[in-house]
């Protein structure tokens, strides 16, 4: 995160759950140790690869591979799967 000479974060950044605004937006998939899913975007400095780790919800979580696209759903974009790494084991590929 960049941050001003006063030591405060760079305009249009935010602290809430380690997103920053104003980068590129990347649809992802979220899968919680439960086997729980949620689909959100989020919003990074540089593209999304897989090994990419971040901060969301109070969790730690690992971009893992691109998912296929879904029938009607071609205009959002391939979604990036991301297992969390909090919690139990991470789930099998």
């Known amino acids: 995160m960049e941050a001003t000479r006063q030591g405060l974060p760079a305009e249009g950044t935010s602290l809430r759950r380690g997103v920053q605004f104003g980068g590129m937006e990347s649809p992802i998939t979220l899968q919680y ?3 729980r ?3 959100a975007m989020l919003t990074t400095s540089t593209e999304l690869k897989p090994g990419y780790q971040f901060e969301l919800y109070g969790r730690h979580w690992k971009a893992v591979r691109l998912l ?3 029938r009607g ?3 959002e ?3 990036m799967l991301c297992y969390s790494t909090t919690g139990s ?3 099998e590929r």
């Open 33 to 35: 140790p439960n086997g």
């Open 37 to 39: 899913v949620h689909e």
């Open 68 to 70: 296929e696209l879904r």
């Open 73 to 75: 759903m071609e205009h």
């Open 77 to 79: 974009g391939r979604r």
């Open 89 to 91: 084991l991470t789930p």
